[in-house]
């Protein structure tokens, strides 16, 4: 078995061990996105964006003559005809190119037809037709001799074709396609037969039928595969567990037993065919997502987004959704009952989760089982806007709309003070001090007020600086800073001891402050509407207007500590300082993602009434 690692070398593994065998294959200058074995299994070819195929000697493990280069455009697929003798590519610019397998070189003028990108190519199991795959959303088939079209372009996908597959008895071609589907037809007449193979939840990146023809597998970008039976169209079972990223390659091993699936989670995982099981670990050999199909160049940015700060994406056994109002960590669909989940906080130890809602009420969670610890802590009257822990973890705090703070022991979940009042509008934040002795909260009416938690008396009176309504607060890790935001895109610094303005660390008033968090080294994360984060230096008196830091810190490290670290969002991903961090399962593309934050090495997001709690430890290598 061949992948394509490292962006341009291969690596060989042993399918009975899961051993690799040897060193990589390197000979490409850019990525390899596309790999086929010869049918006697002596020869390996192996293609990439630099537009050249490589043919190597499997015995020897080197590269056999000089690349073969013709088209002028990344190759994205490559295939050998079943008696070896020859071999197809399909390129960016929409041609097919055939080769002499044992000369390397190139069978005529590149075949064109497609409007678009060919982005997948096989041969008939009789040797006689080509079919090619487009991002035209057409499939076209081929005299596998002369290149000369057969018939009309076969259409009804609604979305670009990603893989086709000829069945091993000649009977079936299946085709799969960006649109979620996958087709079958008629290989005598190229008629379209039964309805299209519906259930991925994202696009199908890859089908292949088993060596009898009885059965087709398909990876897809909602992390899955599916077995479905090739003559009903029947889906088989359900969809196994494995990946956690995009499945972007499938093939059968030649006795129907084994099959393999190729994600984008840098895994190879090997299954029993028959009953869908796991078989052994995986095998995790090379740096980048498995290569082995062309499309996955589309979906394939996030390592290189993140750069040295890469985090391998998504993990998703310790996942739990939870109901706002119920409570129950089991993923059940709320009724639209109003409490959709407002804030969220971890305790310093990482061993507890809060969470606020807008049904007025504050839960507390095991943070690594997603388990509901007692009742609902219950008295304010109106939404929760802002949960904290103290640093010793035994007393949390709640501002409300209601205008109040409130203090809870997290042991018991008993209210010990408060109702706090003082403000004239919402407390949209609350913050321990670093000794715990000291509340503060900030509000709608534009200020903060300090409170002692031993008594609930309010220290001085309200701190006013800003214009706009007051959204965070926090201190600073040496207890010496109070920082707050507003929606008037300032941040103010004050003396934590003696309440004093310090100054103004930044003022952008194009944007609405959200989250600041001061980190262990006196760095301050700030968090802007609109996904917007920055990273400050440590505050310096006197104060000057801050600028953005380069970093000292890596997401590992920063992920992992006992700041609750806020998150942005961009489509399908989870974001930290515009950059992608955690790819999302497929479920949640859809939905509007209110908060998410991560600590500990936990995340947790809220999509209107459902919380998704998950540990994701294992992908920051924690």
């Keep these: 078995m061949a992948e394509g690692i490292d962006l341009c070398a291969i690596r060989l593994w042993d399918t009975e061990t899961g051993a690799p065998i040897g060193q990589p294959l390197r000979g490409h200058t850019q990525r390899v996105d596309a790999i086929a074995f010869s049918p006697n299994g002596m020869m390996l070819i192996s293609a990439s964006r630099s537009d050249t195929i490589c043919r190597w000697d499997l ?22 005809s079943p008696n070896g003798e020859r071999i197809a590519s399909g390129a960016a610019d929409g041609t097919i190119q055939l080769w002499n397998a044992e000369t390397g070189a190139p069978i005529g003028q590149p075949i064109k ?12 199991s009789n040797g006689k037709f080509l079919a090619s795959g487009s991002r035209d959303n057409t499939i076209r088939l081929w005299d596998a001799k002369t290149g000369t079209p057969i018939g009309e372009p076969l259409e009804g996908h609604k979305d670009s074709i990603t893989s086709v597959a000829f069945s091993p008895n000649g009977r079936l071609l299946a085709s799969g396609s960006l649109d979620r589907t996958i087709r079958l037809w008629d290989a005598d007449t190229w008629a379209p037969i039964k309805a299209p193979l519906s259930g991925h939840a994202g696009q199908v990146n890859a089908v292949a039928f088993s060596p009898d023809s009885k059965f087709i597998a398909s990876g897809s970008g909602d992390s899955t595969i599916r077995l479905w039976d090739a003559e009903t169209g029947a889906f088989i079972g359900e969809p196994p567990d494995g990946h ?34 796991l078989i052994g670990i995986p095998l995790e050999g090379g740096g980048d997502p498995a290569l082995a199909d062309p499309l996955l160049a589309q979906s ?74 007692g009742e609902a802590l219950e008295g304010h009257d109106d939404f929760i806007a802002s949960v904290a822990f103290s640093p010793d973890g035994k007393l949390l705090a709640s501002g409300s709309d209601d205008r109040t703070v409130r203090i809870w022991e997290t042991e018991t979940g008993a209210q010990i003070r408060g109702p706090l009042r003082g403000h ?46 007051v959204l965070t607060i926090d201190f600073s890790q040496d207890g010496r800073f109070l920082a707050s935001g507003s929606a008037d895109g300032t941040i103010r610094l ?19 402050v959200q989250n600041i968090v001061f980190l262990s080294n006196g760095q301050l994360i700030v968090h802007y509407n609109h996904n917007f984060t920055r990273l400050l230096d440590p505050p310096q008196l006197p104060i000057t207007d801050g600028g953005a830091t380069t970093g000292r810190y ?69």
Aim: hydrophobic share 40%.
């Design 59 to 80: 015995k020897t493990r080197s590269q056999i003559g000089e690349p073969m280069k013709s088209q002028d455009s990344a190759v994205n697929t490559v295939a050998f």
């Design 554 to 622: 890596t997401i590992k490290s920063l992920f992992s500590s006992s700041q609750s670290i806020p998150l942005g969002t961009q489509g399908q991903w989870l974001t930290f300082r515009s950059k992608r961090v955690f790819w999302l399962p497929a479920k949640y593309w859809n939905a509007a993602i209110t908060l998410a934050h991560v600590s500990h090495g936990v995340l947790v997001f809220a999509m209107g009434q459902r919380l998704i709690i998950a540990d994701v430890s294992r992908a920051l290598n924690l």
């Design 424 to 469: 004239d509008g919402p407390v949209n934040t609350v913050a321990f001090s670093l000794n715990g002795k000291i509340l503060a909260s900030g509000s709608g009416d534009k200020t903060i007020q300090l409170w002692d938690t031993e008594n609930g008396a309010p220290i001085g009176e309200p701190m006013k600086a800003h214009d706009g309504p």
């Design 300 to 373: 394939n940015s996030f390592s290189a987004a993140l750069g040295d700060n890469a985090v391998p994406s998504w993990y998703p056994p310790s996942s739990w959704n939870v109901d706002a109002e119920t409570g129950v960590p089991v993923g059940k669909v709320p009724n639209g009952n109003g409490g959709s989940f407002t804030t969220v906080a971890f305790s310093p130890n990482g061993e507890l989760l809060a969470s606020g809602s807008r049904n007025k009420t504050i839960h507390l969670w095991d943070a690594r089982t997603g388990v509901l610890l």
């Design 244 to 277: 956690y990223l995009p499945v972007n390659c499938v093939a059968f091993s030649p006795r129907n037993k084994l099959l393999a699936s190729g994600s984008e989670d840098m895994m190879i995982r090997l299954w029993d065919a028959e009953v869908g099981a």
């Design 113 to 124: 037809g497609h409007a678009d990108s060919v982005n997948t190519v096989a041969f008939s």
């Design 494 to 512: 004050w003396d934590a001891e003696t309440a004093a303005l310090l100054g103004q660390l930044i003022e952008d008033r194009t944007r609405t």
